[in-house]
């Protein structure tokens, strides 16, 4: 090779490597400036959707940093979206939350506050002949995808009360599809109840004459139950401190500004339905669906372990065994979130 090759090779490389730390430089700028949030069109997700439309979450984390939203429909797909870096924040419920953290690298996501307690129910068909866990035998019940929140609740409700899914070997033939299909299930009577949460148990019990055997809550200690939690990357939240926690404040402000004004919660939730999905609901089932909910900031922490529990229970977490140390961030050892910012 001669001289001037080598010359010309290694001022190309000079180039390259300049324009990749340009390009580096302008990705950590980005990413500094930005949070991206993910969270689903359901009422138990108030406090993110009622953050976004009434602009507290954009107040809290001020004029330059901009917030990116995506809207899933369930939390498996939010968690994947974690894993691939391309959101920061999730709000899901504890099912997701626990495998998260089970299955990201050195246990990346964690648990930053909560957002919702309690608001799923099972909801018998009108022409069911159940009114106790032992007319379940035989029957024909739906709940989510498998894995996700309520379908970890009806098994575990089957097998405290002696019962299997037929999968299982038992008589419960279970089926994991997505609310719109239990809704359509429901209306054709091909189903005997479901287990699901706000707003469809109002949906099926107000718009298809369905009964209300029981809200969750009432099977909980407390009847409480995390049902809607802040997740993060904690890589990111470590990097950006200060921003996650002005937008951790506006998590605790939206909170309150819901509990305290629930007509205006209903109106701003009903026109981000019409807005994202065409289509709103009605005042009495949002009303309804709202007021079973305890919209809180509180994790109850409890509730994610004996969640956990039933999760393991039913071979959900893997034939090794769990365990869930530091699966809630820890802001001990942060206490004023001052980072890098």
């Not at 990705?27 to 500094?32: E, F």
């Not at 996700?148 to 999968?167: C, F, I």
């Not at 990111?236 to 819901?258: C, D, G, P």
């Not at 701003?268 to 005042?283: I, M, Y």
């Amino acid at each position: 090779m001669n001289i001037r090759s080598l010359v010309f090779i290694c001022i190309a490389g000079i180039i390259l490597l300049s324009a990749l730390g340009i390009v580096l430089n302008s990705d950590d700028a980005v990413s500094k400036n930005k949070i991206r949030i993910a969270y689903f069109p359901n009422i138990g997700h108030a406090i993110p959707i009622i953050g976004m439309e009434k602009g507290f979450f954009e107040k809290s984390l001020g004029g330059d940093i901009q917030i990116e939203t995506r809207i899933f429909d369930n939390g498996p797909q939010a968690i994947e979206s974690l894993f691939a870096n391309s959101i920061d924040l999730a709000y899901v419920g504890p099912g997701p939350a626990i495998t998260g953290f089970l299955n990201s690298e050195n246990h990346n996501v964690k648990i930053l506050a909560g957002a919702a307690s309690g608001g799923a129910s099972f909801i018998v068909h009108p022409d069911s002949e159940i009114i106790s866990a032992s007319d379940f035998a035989g029957k024909k019940i739906a709940a989510p995808q498998i894995g996700n929140t309520q379908d970890v609740s009806l098994r575990s409700y089957l097998s405290e009360n002696g019962l299997k899914s037929a999968d299982k070997g038992g008589s419960v033939i279970v089926y994991n599809i997505p609310n719109p299909d239990i809704y359509t299930l429901f209306v054709k009577g091909e189903i005997d109840g479901a287990w699901v949460a706000e707003p469809w148990a109002t949906i099926l019990e107000t718009e298809l004459g369905g009964k209300r055997l029981f809200h969750e809550e009432d099977l909980w200690p407390n009847k409480e139950f995390a049902s809607v939690l802040l997740i993060g990357n904690a890589d990111y939240v470590r990097k950006h401190s200060q921003m996650v926690s002005n937008f951790l404040i506006s998590n605790n402000e939206t909170a309150t500004w819901i509990n305290q004004n629930p007509v205006e919660t209903r109106i701003v939730f009903n026109a981000f339905l019409k807005s994202h999905l065409g289509k709103s609901l009605s005042d009495d089932v949002v009303d309804i669906a709202l007021s079973n909910l305890v919209i809180t900031v509180d994790p109850q922490s409890d509730s994610v372990y004996s969640f956990a529990k039933k999760a393991d229970t039913l071979g959900y977490l893997g034939r090794n065994g769990y365990d869930l140390t530091g699966i809630f961030y820890s802001f001990d050892s942060n206490p004023s979130l001052k980072g890098d910012d």
